[in-house]
């Protein structure tokens, strides 16, 4: 029996004035997966997911987090979501393990419970060694990673990060990122980042949206399908450029072609094919049946960065 959706988001929308944030919004997202959410600023990525962690009313439709409803049952719906916003509100004269504490009180842990998950959060967030810190004397790095630990520290099954790794260093990164994906393994989350390669590392599914709807949505490779037209293999083989053409236009999986020189005797064949077809194991056959010399031969696919630009090339300005 497939489990329920962690998330269900139906047909919402939110307006401010006349401007329409938010429109006709529907997605879901399962137990145990990490979803990227993408667009450009204005897209109306924060305000759904403020929407979703109960801070923003919506002025239509419905979103329910692991059954329950945000609008009616929003006390439910908060124990069940740990939310790190972009601009992550830490008291600067608090101790880390201070501040733990205190947030896990708010949530509703007391007493053993409460010391217990601070140490576990304190472990999983590598925070062990500057616990008695004051968080204004720690890096940009350990202020993350202690919005993180707040947003676990109840233990709750979804996560709803917003640009976590905003103005971290690769290193911090890389660390950020490696954490994210052991924290999916139990709960699900959803992440917003504008470092398409880090969403592409990390999330399991994406969804892209442009001016308040989602535009796209499924894997990483389901998305490179469905714009499967601009695949091409691209190899550099030594041969008569007319028995390059020949060969190519007898080719029936090719649709389009174009042959440039290159250095030496060598020619660029840039071949496209039908259904995103990979005519790698293709053309290599054909060059050493035919005795030609192939010193390249790759297959270019379209990374999350096309996708993301083909899909949102017109932009309205900021939340």
């Not at 919506?58 to 006390?75: C, K, L, M, Q």
């Not at 790095?141 to 996560?159: E, I, K, N, S, T």
């Not at 007898?250 to 020189?261: C, D, G, K, L, V």
Request: aromatic share 6%; with cysteine; charged share 30%.
């Amino acid at each position: 029996m497939e489990e329920a959706p962690v998330i269900e988001v139906s047909h919402l929308t939110r307006h401010f004035g006349r401007v329409t944030a938010v429109e006709d919004l529907s997605f879901t997202v399962g137990p145990c997966e990490i979803v990227g959410f993408l667009g450009p600023n204005g897209a109306g990525k924060s305000t759904t997911m403020r929407i979703l962690a109960g801070f923003l009313p919506a002025s239509s439709g419905t979103a329910r987090i692991a059954g329950f409803d945000v609008f009616h049952e929003s006390i439910e719906v908060r124990r069940r979501i740990g939310y790190m916003p972009e601009n992550n509100p830490l008291p600067t004269d608090m101790r880390v393990r201070e501040y733990l504490k205190f947030r896990a009180r708010l949530k509703g842990l007391h007493g053993e419970t409460c010391r217990e998950r601070v140490d576990v959060v304190l472990d999983l967030c590598g925070l062990r060694e500057v616990g008695r810190r004051i968080i204004g004397t720690l890096s940009k790095g350990y202020r993350q990673r202690v919005g993180l630990a707040d947003a676990l520290v109840h233990d709750p099954p979804l996560l709803i990060l917003d640009e976590p790794t905003i103005g971290l260093d690769p290193n911090q990164i890389r660390s950020l990122r490696q954490l994210i994906k052991d924290l999916g393994q139990r709960r699900s989350v959803l992440l917003s980042s504008h470092i398409l390669s880090e969403v592409e590392m990390t999330c399991t599914r994406v969804l892209i949206m442009h001016r308040g709807r989602v535009r796209a949505a499924g894997t990483t490779a389901d998305l490179q399908k469905a714009m499967s037209d601009g695949n091409q293999v691209v190899a550099e083989i030594c041969a008569p450029e007319e028995d390059l053409r020949e060969c190519w236009e007898s080719m029936h999986e090719i649709t389009a072609f174009n042959i440039s020189p290159c250095s030496g005797d060598f020619f660029r064949c840039a071949l496209t094919a039908a259904n995103g077809t990979d005519l790698r194991d293709r053309v290599f056959d054909e060059a050493r049946n035919r005795g030609w010399r192939l010193r390249e031969l790759t297959f270019t696919r379209h990374s999350l960065e096309d996708i993301f630009v083909h899909l949102t090339r017109t932009e309205r300005p900021e939340e």
